[in-house]
């Protein structure tokens, strides 16, 4: 009998269970029992021809309609090419060369059913086009051991497989631990399962592998994707109860303090989602143990002042607050516009106030020394930074409040490393984004962080219209385009240009995909901005903003372009988020399809700022009807950030909920998703909080809580006590 924790190495051939180490990092039996087939392939049927793409690497199940030798062109000799069709007359073509050709011959006779697995090719031309696999692995269906049918039931597993290892190898791997594994210790209570009519776990693993029809399949799903739902609403909920507990040092609000200047200065009116959320942080932070809030809000919606409020409060109650920012424009911007709006507050006026620091890397010794100085001694109550905060010299009086500025820029290990520099206790910590990306969408289905959200624009705030500009297929509409951004300028305005790369010799700084390396290199800044100055811009003041320029420089460009100096910035993302230019009314987004869809919104966030329409082309060659194309149609048709943070989880998958991957291909979720399930997601987090209320620790359910703690096993503990 095997075991779920037993290594693959006792259980199978020392062969097989290396190669499923390498190529799927599968350890154990549970590892291998939960790897799931990806589909189920009908008797007789052949993979859906119109979905295959070139080079893509598939597996087919089918039958042998013909098998024939061919004469080899000028080289003598002949090769074997065999049809392979389904029941609705779908044919893929297999060829195979040499020896190979004749060991495949033997096997490869008509009216054979088999499974067929290789990369995709294609020849001929339109109608006559026909799909290939070049000397795929194959196994017959009938073909086993004994030379008996092997698959008496209608369904065929087809498992997700790699290099060197076939989608059979895994289904005879998993046979073997199969037909030793004895009953399973069960870790949904019998009540609990009932409740919900699911099957045992045995039960279900067997039925997912070897199903007999499709309700079995079905009747697994359920299970596997309620245990899934379960385990880690319970993770996630004795870590919420755990924060609950850890000491922190309440920061109440104080009458007539900072806060309340700054408040009575204010030159607008705070919304009424600003002024609730507000309340919310204020509570949060009066209390004794640790504030951990995501603030959503949508671009423009006026996060950084509920930040800047949520700050003065903790300056207010003895304390200092951080802003964490990812790049170097974006904390200088932050340092600009935090100490504009405080005005004499900042730095001693009259009433006061409190230093507000900059300490970023690239800062000289003499004004590094200085930012030291001012959070180690308290006399900053705010510091803005980069990634230089985290540096073990950097040291703080009292940290009472983390403010992360788009925090999916910023690992797991650098927010641990601001909350050491807390002290004794833990500070608060307030996150922001715009655009959720999708392991913080997971994270808030989940329910594990408290949710604030700003859904109301500030007045005065004017819309952004967007358009795509399918430059490859209408050329005339990217002239248009350049037009538009004159008549903008002629207005006194200004516009970006964003492109995803720097130049020839530097790297990238967009979110462009890099899987297709037929496409020609990405637009690049120095050569755009050149091109249009000479081209369709001349005449205009076009200047290159870059992450790479020397910081005094960028800080240059910055100024000059706020006070109107510049008529279009020509960039990378570096202006992608808190960049704030009233003046700035259009944006060109040149290769658009290169970037990410919540990096899309975050961009054409920087115009629209002032009270001036807001104008984003999008500008591609992407064909219409790709993939790459309804992305960039969808970013059009809607402002919603929330909605557009659904669609890039569509399409990038949750990434790994409990682990350190931001996205898709580390995802520890095998069946769970988290848009389709969202129904199942409830109904777990109901059960789980009844369960944990009667038995924090359970203790009267110790095969659950091991299946907590083999959850939890390396990294993703850590994570877990550092998220």
């Keep these: 009998m095997t075991s779920f924790d037993e290594p693959l190495a006792k259980a199978l051939d020392p062969r097989t269970a290396k190669l499923l180490e390498s190529v799927l990092d599968l350890r154990t039996v549970g590892d291998l029992l939960r790897h799931y087939p990806r589909r189920y392939a009908e008797r007789g049927e052949l993979t859906d021809l119109v979905d295959l793409q070139v080079d893509e690497h598939v597996t087919v199940v089918g039958e042998v309609t013909r098998a024939m030798r061919r004469p080899m062109r000028n080289k003598g000799g002949t090769w074997l090419e065999v049809e392979v069709a389904d029941a609705r007359g779908s044919k893929i073509y297999l060829s195979f060369f040499g020896k190979t050709s004749h060991i495949a011959e033997t096997r490869l006779r008509p009216g054979r059913r088999g499974m067929f697995a290789g990369k995709v090719g294609a020849f001929g031309q339109g109608e006559k086009r026909k799909w290939q696999l070049s000397h795929p692995e194959f196994e017959m269906i009938e073909e086993n051991e004994t030379g008996a049918e092997e698959f008496a039931a209608a369904l065929v597993p087809i498992y997700p497989a790699g290099k060197d290892v076939t989608p059979w190898a895994i ?87 900072l806060l309340a200047e700054f408040d009575g200065r204010l030159p607008f009116e705070l919304t009424e989602g600003q002024r609730e959320v507000g309340e919310e942080i204020a509570a949060d932070l009066a209390l004794p143990h640790p504030m951990h809030r995501l603030l959503q809000g949508e671009v423009g919606a006026g996060k950084t002042v509920v930040a800047l409020r949520a700050m003065l409060q903790v300056v207010d109650a003895g304390g200092q607050a951080v802003l964490l920012a990812p790049t170097e424009v974006l904390a200088q911007q932050h340092h600009r516009s935090i100490s504009a709006m405080l005005g004499d507050l900042a730095g001693g006026g009259m009433f006061g106030g409190t230093a507000v620091a900059l300490l970023t890397g690239s800062l000289g010794a003499a004004a590094r020394r200085s930012a030291m100085l001012d959070a180690a001694s308290g006399t900053a109550g705010i510091v803005v930074g980069t990634h230089a905060v985290l540096q073990e010299r950097v040291q703080f009086a009292d940290l009472g409040l983390v403010v992360v500025d788009e925090q999916h820029r910023f690992g797991v290990e650098q927010r641990d490393a601001l909350r050491e520099k807390a002290g004794g206790g833990r500070p608060h910590v307030l996150v922001m984004t715009a655009t959720p990306i999708p392991r913080t969408v997971a994270m808030t289905v989940f329910g594990d962080l408290t949710v604030s959200t700003l859904s109301q624009l500030p007045s005065g705030r004017a819309p952004i219209t967007t358009h795509v500009v399918p430059a490859a297929e209408k050329p005339h509409f990217l002239d248009r385009a350049w037009t538009r951004l004159r008549e903008e300028i002629g207005l006194g305005r200004q516009a970006y240009v964003v492109c995803p790369r720097i130049g020839d010799l530097e790297g990238d700084e967009g979110d462009m995909s890099k899987a297709d390396d037929e496409r020609r290199p990405p637009l690049a800044v120095l050569e755009v901005a050149e091109t249009l100055s000479a081209g369709p811009l001349e005449g205009l003041r076009v200047e290159a903003l870059h992450g790479k320029l020397p910081p005094e420089d960028k800080d240059a460009v910055m100024r000059a372009f706020t006070r109107g100096e510049i008529d279009v910035l020509v960039a990378t993302t570096v202006i992608e988020v808190g960049v704030d230019v009233p003046n700035s009314s259009v944006m060109v987004i040149m290769d658009a399809d290169r970037f990410g869809v919540s990096q899309l919104h975050q961009l054409r966030g920087r115009v629209g700022r002032g009270g001036l329409p807001g104008l984003c082309l999008l500008v591609t060659d992407a064909p219409g009807g790709t993939p790459a194309r309804a992305r960039l149609d969808a970013v059009a048709s809607t402002l919603d950030g929330f909605e557009l943070s659904r669609v890039d989880l569509e399409q990038r998958r949750e990434g790994d909920v409990l682990g350190v991957a931001q996205s898709g291909r580390r995802s520890s979720l095998k069946m769970l998703e988290l848009l389709r399930d969202e129904d199942v997601i409830h109904a777990a987090r109901l059960d789980a909080e009844a369960m944990l209320e009667a038995d924090p620790e359970l203790a009267g359910h110790p095969v659950l809580r091991a299946e907590i703690d083999r959850l939890l096993a390396d990294e993703r503990a850590e994570y877990l006590e550092k998220a």
């Design 171 to 257: 289904r005879r791997a998993l046979g073997v631990v199969l037909d030793t594994l004895g009953e399973l210790d069960d870790p949904l209570p019998a009540a609990l399962r009932a409740r919900h009519r699911l099957p045992g776990l045995s039960d279900a693993l067997l039925a997912i592998h070897r199903p007999r029809d499709h309700a079995d399949v079905g009747r697994a799903r359920k299970r596997l994707r309620f245990d899934e739902a379960f385990v880690l609403q319970a993770v996630l909920l004795q870590r919420k109860m755990a924060a609950a507990a850890w000491p922190a040092t309440p920061r109440p609000a104080i009458e007539g303090g």
